[in-house]
């Protein structure tokens, strides 16, 4: 799929909130990525502008944090968790289905942008392990069996 | 002073000195890979550990201040070991292309490798897959070689303020790379200075090697060959022969490229001196008539060059329009002297001989780079890439025997070879400024204020009752200090803070270059200068305007300084650049 | 009549169901028109785990579990008339020494007036106006407090070092990063009690001289931020934070700064580096923070859990603090106790609390009756303990006796089915996608010795492997820059220790015991037990499974992948694993 990575728009509002405040970069980018999803370069170069901070610190900061993305996500973010509650009751074995089933790998996007695939550590959710998310909603205890059905649901609903 | 032991001997040292420069007061030597001793410690590699004796962990000894009563153990079969692992790991991520590399023979890491004696790797190698950036034509960078020591990154962000250069990603996977996924370095801000090639370890950024179009040239009956050597190059090259930093090779680099084949071997330091006439004019009309356009800013560095027209576009108009001293040689070789040798400039090749990576960008930068109706520099090389040369000559350059450069371009005032070192430029401006305006001569031609390795320097000279204030700056990083006093002086309308402005963007100027053989430190970029200054003290000549053949040069040629014939050849112009354009 | 609070937690975790409950039990509440008397919070944590929906009725502790939308109208009458429902009591509880996590589930987190009821904040005004600063560190000393961040460092010798360090400025920084993988304490205190959080802050800025500080919290924690977010209005409505506070000469000014997603940012040079908007890569100390920290000022860096012990220690004194404990581990440790463990959650126990009596007493023993095979804390710097060191009393100096740590207070009960080479290859991948590749022998180490034990897992291994293992690990633990590197072996060097005949099972036999290492096992299937159903036939991705209703079926080894399907999908037991 043909990605759009530009995205416009004015974040000068976001630059003025944070001012007189110091350490305010990755509190703005992670403004700037929940509001888009993403951190567009068109964003960047004119945050770096803005902020009178050269665009290498800003890259370098979006590279080293896995929060931040260059890339569009896709409409729906699978997160698995990888945590140890939920690696020690079967959680590779989940990514492996998704993998398998989306023929993708982590961190990818399929090809019709409809799933995005993330393992993230721990959901907060140990009790129910293995937890997957998919959009905020949490799904407990699955089995590699049930994760067919539960991506089924979305692939509809789309 | 602190007071400490190092494997049982006891140091001295003043409080804050490292374990490492510690240990080196007492001729212990702890390898070290990521630092340099001319940047602050990245504390990235692991080589440098050391133990101290009552603790089980080690010690970084790069980064380490000493501290009293500690009992430091430097080598060791334990330490040895561990160093030799991190060695092999480091190796394990590294290509094994030592004999195709643009280090080989000269690299850090190799060095380490084969003091440890690392015959076999135990680890199974695991090589980054990312394509060399040539985007530049200047320097390459091949971040396969990188071993993420951070010092170009440092160099780059600190010292020059270009941040061009940057960690992307983390972990595994950090490598460096211009801000961007698929940005080039040309797509960058990067102004080519070469400061990073001249810091890295390793052969992951290195000078673009033109070397072959000059043998190629060289070789080819029916080209007229004719090389240039800049000042810088002749204190420093004499390095990768084994001479001590600062010696002065001028005359024995001028016969070994006869050697080597040159039809005509001249001197940038003649196109210095014809730099200063213009400039030096140029500063004189400024000053008297159009005051509104001061400060005068040097403009002989084509990475400052770069760098204002990407950072500060609106200091343009300040900018001295003559160009770099290599590039009028260059016109020079294939206008006048081509005329009055009946050589058809078209059968032209001329190489200029440069401490500077940069300058192999700055010889197609713009239309007037063309304006002897050919490129007027055909090649430009570094230091590094002329001293592979000489050697694949066969030439034996310690007991060669020293010849005189070619006429018309050859001859060269002190003032011109000062040109090389940091406040040189600034220098030979004011002494023919001062006798264009005054129509007297300097009673000291030495300014000690703008000499040295500080990175802003500043001066007051008066000149018929006036005071010309001149600063001077050197390593990018110190340029925004001041610009920074100009424009807030021209916003408030206050009086100017300088009226002359020199600014280089290598640390130490052409002598620290990103060229020039590898090592830099401070206290070699001071022998080099003082190789310099020496050759100025010893000159006859002292002024640029006073070169017999630059007169002549005016004379037979261009008429006078800033005619229609000397804009035409010798100026430039500038534009604005985006600092991407990705 | 005092009013009642019904607090409810879905002890999976849900908050969206939790939610839910919450708008039937207010709907109960007014059908029966007790808006008055009856008061419905979301608690953050209980301290009861995987009870499904649990609700707690105050002030009378009433406890009761698995909740669901029937129970309600039933809970809110009896609420109502002080009755109890025996059928929905929670049975059996192990009570546990509950400091830092003493108002979690207890208050109302969203309300400072519930903090004040419990004593709240009147340990920064006892400091503020009965204490000099020289005098609250010297409490401190006596409370033996360290630490809770993982290395255990003496609380009180961090202030004394900032204390005396000369700056215009200095900074005070929570440290709420909290990415051990399995531990989840800092959250549930930063939910359940931020006020305490706060106030330990305030204290530690006032016996260092500071006037400003952060919190600085993993992003992955909305709810925290959220409800620190509110501490901090309500506590400068109050002013409990800012100019002068309680009327006295003392400022202090809090912010919230946010993680990203780096685990090294807890490491304290990174983190700061991370605030000042910087990649968060370590930098060598010296210079410590307590000299050199936050934009060069003097800075400390403590733990959520550190700083929620300060006000208890001013509430009852740092003897009561320092009575509690081992000779040198003071006061309690929270746990979040994970794995084949029956009832997995936090649990705050006093240090010297043998490991045995968590995993059994307080965590209801193994799984599905299964054998406990290792016990593995301080997450991925630390080790396992194998069963015969249970007795072990948890504290700073026994576990790292036995080579793992105390570390941020991850537990984990391994049994029989767990994989010690798995295991040691999950936390070296944590660590390898969690370096920041700053130093070499941590970006390469880690990376050449996760391919190892891959290649062992795969029955790729060789004996000289266990031998590269050590060799890396030496290198990491001692030339890496940060404890990341430092410590990161220390799972494999701790499974080698103890389990070395794995590895070599792993190696020499190519099987894995424990079947999780899918290279090296088979599934076959069993004619006796087989019904014919052809489910595990449907249901192998890559049709491995041949054969007939008359003669069976049998599994082709060259084409499966390992999958496991089949051997989840039988009904019969029919498959194996071997
Ligand atoms: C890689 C790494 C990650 C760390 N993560 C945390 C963390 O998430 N939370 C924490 O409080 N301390 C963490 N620490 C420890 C801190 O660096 C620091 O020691 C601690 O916050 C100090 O607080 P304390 O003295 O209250 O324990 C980490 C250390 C390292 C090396
Ligand atoms: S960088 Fe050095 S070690 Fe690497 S290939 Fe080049 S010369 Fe050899
Ligand atoms: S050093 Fe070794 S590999 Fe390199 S050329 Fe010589 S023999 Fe060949
Ligand atoms: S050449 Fe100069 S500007 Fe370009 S990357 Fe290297 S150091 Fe930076
Ligand atoms: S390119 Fe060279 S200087 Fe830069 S980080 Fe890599 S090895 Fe170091
Ligand atoms: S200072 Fe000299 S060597 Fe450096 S970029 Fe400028 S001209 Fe080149
Ligand atoms: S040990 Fe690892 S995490 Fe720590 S500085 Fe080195 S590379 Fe980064
Ligand atoms: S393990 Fe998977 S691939 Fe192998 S037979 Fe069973 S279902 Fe098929
Ligand atoms: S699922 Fe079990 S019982 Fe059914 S055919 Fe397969 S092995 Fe036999
Ligand atoms: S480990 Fe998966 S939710 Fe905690
Ligand atoms: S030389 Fe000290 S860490 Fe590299
Ligand atoms: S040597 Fe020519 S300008 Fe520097």
């Avoid at chain 2, 800049?230 to 490229?257: D, H, M, Q, S």
């Avoid at chain 2, 050197?474 to 408030?492: D, I, M, Q």
């Avoid at chain 3, 609250?136 to 070092?161: D, H, Q, Y």
């Amino acid at each position: 799929m043909e990605q759009n990575t530009t995205a416009t728009g004015d974040v000068s509002f976001l630059v003025e909130k944070w001012r007189d405040k110091k350490g305010s970069l990755i509190m703005i980018l992670h403004e700037i990525q929940n509001h888009y999803g993403f951190v567009p370069r068109d964003i960047s170069l004119q945050l770096s502008k803005l902020l009178d901070v050269p665009l290498a610190r800003i890259y370098e900061v979006i590279t080293f944090y896995n929060y931040f993305k260059l890339d569009p996500p896709g409409k729906y973010t699978i997160s698995v968790c990888l945590g140890t509650a939920c690696y020690l009751k079967g959680a590779p074995e989940i990514v492996d289905e998704i993998k398998n089933l989306l023929n993708i790998e982590e961190g990818q996007t399929t090809e019709d942008g409809l799933f995005h695939l993330d393992v993230v550590r721990c959901l907060g959710c140990c009790g129910l392990a293995p937890v997957m998310m998919i959009n905020g909603q949490i799904y407990g205890k699955v089995k590699r069996s049930e994760v067919v059905d539960i991506l089924s649901r979305y692939k509809k609903e789309d | 002073m602190v007071k400490a032991k190092i494997n049982g001997i006891t140091v001295n040292v003043p409080e804050g000195t490292t374990i490492l420069e510690a240990a080196e007061k007492v001729q212990i030597k702890i390898p070290t890979l990521c630092k340099h001793p001319d940047l602050p410690p990245t504390a990235s590699c692991g080589i440098c550990i050391v133990k101290l004796v009552g603790s089980n962990k080690m010690l970084r000894a790069c980064c380490t201040p000493i501290e009293e009563n500690m009992d430091i153990i430097t080598h060791d079969p334990e330490i040895v070991e561990v160093r030799r692992t991190v060695i092999e790991l480091i190796l394990s991520k590294h290509p094994n292309e030592c004999l195709t590399c643009g280090r080989n023979g000269n690299c850090e890491l190799q060095k380490l490798a084969e003091e440890f004696g690392i015959r076999t790797s135990a680890f199974q190698q695991f090589l980054p897959d990312i394509p060399p950036d040539t985007s530049t034509g200047t320097i390459v960078l091949e971040p396969r070689k990188c071993i993420s020591c951070g010092r170009c990154v440092t160099v780059c962000q600190q010292n020059q303020n270009v941040w061009a250069l940057c960690f992307m990603d983390r972990g595994f996977g950090t490598r460096i790379s211009p801000a961007g996924d698929g940005v080039s370095l040309s797509e960058s801000p990067c102004v080519k200075c070469g400061q990073c090639s001249a810091h890295c370890p390793t052969g992951a950024i290195f000078e673009n090697d033109d070397t072959a179009k000059v043998w190629k040239a060289l070789q080819d009956k029916d080209t007229y060959c004719a090389v240039q050597i800049a000042p810088a190059v002749r204190v420093a090259i004499g390095e990768a022969f084994g001479y001590k930093p600062g010696a002065n090779l001028t005359k024995k680099i001028y016969a070994a490229l006869r050697r080597m084949g040159f039809n005509a071997v001249f001197d940038t330091n003649f196109g210095a001196d014809v730099t200063i006439v213009e400039e030096a004019s140029e500063f004189v009309q400024r000053f008297t008539e159009t005051p509104e356009k001061l400060p005068l800013i040097t403009s002989c560095c084509p990475s400052w060059v770069d760098f204002m027209e990407k950072f500060h576009p609106d200091m343009k108009e300040n900018f001295s329009s003559c160009k770099s001293p290599h590039a009028i040689v260059g016109v020079l070789a294939k206008t006048f002297f081509a005329k009055k040798r009946r050589i058809d400039p078209a059968n032209m090749f001329v190489l200029s001989v440069m401490p500077c990576t940069s300058k192999k960008y700055e010889i197609t930068r713009s239309d007037e780079m063309y304006s002897s109706g050919y490129q007027d520099v055909d090649v430009s090389i570094t230091t590094r890439e002329l001293a592979r040369m000489i050697k694949q000559a066969g030439i034996n350059i310690n007991d060669i025997s020293e010849e005189e450069p070619d006429h018309v371009l050859g001859e060269y005032s002190g003032a011109a070879t000062i040109f090389g070192v940091t406040g040189g430029v600034m220098e030979a401006a004011l002494r023919t400024a001062y006798d264009y305006i005054t129509g007297g001569k300097l009673k000291n031609v030495e300014f000690e204020n703008v000499r040295g390795i500080e990175g802003v320097k500043e001066g007051a000279i008066p000149v018929n009752g006036f005071t010309v204030k001149v600063a001077v700056a050197h390593g990018l990083s110190n340029v925004e200090y001041v610009l920074n006093k100009v424009k807030e002086a021209k916003r408030a309308g206050k009086e100017l803070p300088y009226h002359f402005i020199e600014v280089m963007a290598c640390p130490g100027g052409c002598i620290g270059g990103g060229g020039q053989p590898y090592g830099i430190t401070d206290e070699i970029r001071k022998k080099r200068g003082e190789g310099l200054y020496d050759e100025d003290h010893n000159c006859k000549l002292r002024y640029s305007h006073e070169n017999p053949f630059v007169k002549k040069l005016y004379e037979e040629f261009l008429d006078k300084p800033l005619s229609e014939q000397s804009h035409h050849l010798l100026h430039t112009t500038y534009v604005k650049r985006p600092e991407y354009q990705k | 009549m005092e009013k009642k609070v019904i607090l409810i937690k879905d002890t999976g975790f849900k908050s969206d169901t939790t939610r839910d409950i919450q708008s039937l039990f207010l709907k109960a509440i007014r059908d029966i028109g007790a808006e008055e008397s009856i008061q419905i919070v979301r608690a953050a944590d209980l301290g009861i785990y995987n009870q499904g929906v649990v609700v707690k009725i105050l002030p009378d502790n009433t406890v009761y579990t698995h909740i669901n939308s029937d129970n309600i109208d039933q809970i809110v009458k009896a609420v109502h008339k002080g009755e109890v429902l025996e059928n929905l009591l929670l049975k059996d509880r192990v009570e546990q020494t509950r400091i830092v996590l003493r108002n979690c589930g207890v208050i109302d987190p969203e309300n400072i007036e519930e903090y004040f009821s419990k004593g709240g904040y009147t340990s920064i005004a006892k400091c503020l106006f009965d204490l000099t600063p020289a005098k609250v560190i010297k409490e401190m000393k006596k409370s033996g407090l360290r630490g809770r961040g993982g290395a255990g460092f003496p609380t009180w010798m961090k202030w004394s070092f900032a204390a005396n360090s000369f700056g215009d400025e200095k900074y005070v920084i929570c440290n709420a990063d909290e990415g051990d993988p399995g531990a989840y304490m800092d959250r549930s205190v930063l939910e359940g009690d931020p006020h305490s959080v706060i106030e330990g802050m305030t204290i530690a800025g006032y016996a260092i001289g500071a006037k400003h500080g952060y919190f600085y919290i993993r992003a992955e924690y909305p709810l925290a931020i959220e409800r620190v977010e509110n501490a901090l209005k309500q506590a400068y409505e109050r002013g409990l934070l800012g100019k002068n506070i309680l009327g006295s000469d003392f400022s202090f000014d809090l912010e919230i700064r946010l993680g990203a997603g780096a685990f090294v940012c807890g490491e304290e040079t990174a983190l700061i580096a991370s605030i000042e908007g910087k990649r968060g890569t370590p930098n060598p100390r010296p210079p410590y923070p307590t000299d050199s920290g936050l934009w060069k000022k003097p800075s400390i860096i403590n733990n959520v859990e550190t700083l929620a012990n300060i006000s208890a220690i001013f509430q009852k004194g740092g003897d009561w603090f320092s009575s509690i404990g081992t000779e040198k581990s003071k006061g309690t440790k929270v746990f979040a106790v994970t794995g084949k463990v029956k009832n997995s959650g936090l649990v705050e126990i006093a240090m010297g609390t043998s490991i045995k009596d968590i995993v059994y007493n307080i965590g209801g023993g193994v799984l599905n009756e299964k054998q406990l095979v290792a016990v593995q804390t301080g997450g991925p710097s630390g080790g396992v303990i194998p069963k015969k060191h249970l007795d072990t009393p948890v504290s700073y100096e026994h576990l790292q006796e036995l080579g793992s740590i105390m570390g941020s207070g991850g537990m984990i009960v391994m049994d029989e089915d767990d994989c010690m080479v798995d295991i040691s290859k999950f936390y070296l991948k944590f660590c390898v996608d969690e370096s920041c590749g700053k130093c070499a022998p941590c970006r390469i180490g880690g990376y050449q010795m996760l391919s190892i034990l891959n290649k062992i897992s795969e029955g790729e291994g060789e004996l000289e492997d266990m031998d590269k293992l050590h060799r890396i690990s030496q290198a990491m633990q001692k030339a890496s820059l940060c404890a990341l590197g430092q410590t990161a072996p220390n799972p494999v060097i701790s499974t080698l220790r103890y389990f070395e005949d794995e590895y070599k099972q792993h190696i020499i036999d190519k099987k894995c015991r424990a079947g999780k290492c899918s290279k090296l096992i088979q599934y076959t299937i069993n004619p006796d037990k087989c019904k014919r159903c052809r489910l595990c036939v449907t249901n192998c991705p890559v049709s491995a499974i041949t054969g007939d209703r008359e003669h069976g079926y049998t599994i082709d080894q060259e084409k499966c992948i390992r999958c496991g399907r089949c051997f989840e999908v039988c009904k019969f037991e029919a498959i194996a694993r071997v």
